[in-house]
């Protein structure tokens, strides 16, 4: 475990932290005005890898090599200058930090962090980290690498869950929730949305199904799996030809020897993808999406409790229905193809060049 602290001065700036993989959905936009929730687990933080920000360095000032040695394989009009390495955590973990008014950035409903830094060291006065809470957006603090460092906690590592106990735990993400509008009363009956989480998993994913693909037709199991990947496969890839098919597979699951794609659960400390015995082609799935679709939630009849009889069974509502189509969250979709090395193959390039078409049309 750590704690981050200040470079300036040294003073504590978070409580014990515990590292874990960053979520697919963490640098995501959803809807309009609505309220999302805290992206971080209490008592966890995660490392932003790439260089992430507002758009610095235009196309033409890169030098040959520059973008893929950014971590960026296709031409894209400008890429972020900031340095990799922010760290992200839960706003009520942080220590020792004020508020910066005045760098409320172009926000509606609270802050958004384009204005640089917002949270400054009590100590010393240094700006070290931005506090996201606008609406649309995940409540975060986003540290700069440059304004902090990890301390390490002596004798208190964070131990790694086996993918038994995960499995054990059963912590899936549900496909909808109830999100309300920012600053109107919420009524849960028609607040029912697609949870971003998946919508940001399938973007995620489907870039690495289409990789997968090698240019062939997709089908995916039916039911959530089909609903999450099935229209945007048959929309992008061609109709003819034989077509690929794509399995759950995973801990716990039987062997698919004759599958030609496996969708896997990623680690959700580590963020490594669970691997099969065999070689095979594979897509990742964040673990908590993944298990919900190995593992849907049945409706269930619960015991009766108060003036019901004994052994009658209470039939509970269940969850109201999304009647919205599922669509993919296709900015996460972009950011992950745009940073794997097939992206730079003729017919993947040819496929997401539509893409833009696609969805002005309404295909998407």
């Excluded at 515990?18 to 309009?32: D, E, I, K, M, W």
């Excluded at 959530?224 to 801990?251: E, I, K, N, S, Y």
Aim: hydrophobic share 40%; aromatic share 8%.
């Amino acid at each position: 475990m750590f704690v981050l602290v200040c470079v300036g001065c040294g003073a504590e700036l978070t409580a014990p932290l515990s590292r874990v993989a960053l979520p697919a959905h963490a640098r995501q936009t959803y809807g309009n005005g609505l309220q999302l929730p805290v992206l971080m687990e209490p008592g966890t933080f995660a490392v932003e890898l790439e260089p992430w920000g507002p758009p610095g360095r235009r196309r033409e000032r890169n030098e040959p090599g520059e973008t893929a040695a950014r971590g960026i394989h296709v031409p894209v009009p400008a890429s972020p200058e900031d340095s990799p390495g922010t760290v992200v955590i839960a706003p009520g973990d942080t220590r020792g930090t004020v508020l910066v008014p005045e760098k409320r950035g172009g926000a509606c409903c609270g802050f958004d962090g384009s204005d640089g830094p917002n949270l400054a060291c009590v100590a010393c006065g240094l700006p070290v980290a931005s506090r996201i809470d606008d609406c649309s957006l995940w409540q975060a603090v986003w540290f700069a690498p440059n304004a902090v460092r990890r301390l390490p906690i002596r004798d208190a590592a964070a131990p790694l869950s086996s993918w038994a106990d995960l499995l054990a735990a059963g912590a899936g993400v549900p496909p909808s929730e109830p999100i309300a509008s920012w600053g109107e009363p919420f009524r849960a009956s028609d607040r029912w949305h697609w949870s971003p989480q998946w919508v940001a998993a399938a973007g995620q994913t489907l870039a690495h199904l289409l990789v997968a693909s090698d240019g062939r037709a997709v089908d995916v199991p039916t039911g959530l799996t089909a609903t999450m990947f099935q229209r945007a496969l048959d929309t992008l890839l061609p109709a003819g030809g034989t077509r690929r098919r794509a399995v759950l597979a995973g801990p716990g699951q039987p062997a698919h020897d004759d599958a030609d794609i496996l969708l896997v659960p990623s680690h959700p400390q580590t963020g490594e993808a669970w691997t099969p015995a065999a070689p095979a082609r594979w897509a990742p799935l964040p673990f908590g999406v993944w298990l919900r679709l190995v593992f849907p939630e049945a409706h269930l009849y619960a015991p009766a409790s108060g003036t019901i009889p004994y052994g009658v069974l209470r039939d509970d509502p269940p969850t109201p229905t999304v009647h919205d189509a599922f669509r993919i969250d296709w900015d996460v979709f972009q950011r992950t193809l745009n940073r794997l090395p097939a992206a730079r193959v003729p017919w993947l390039r040819e496929i997401t060049d539509r893409l833009s078409r696609h969805r002005r049309t309404g295909l998407l």
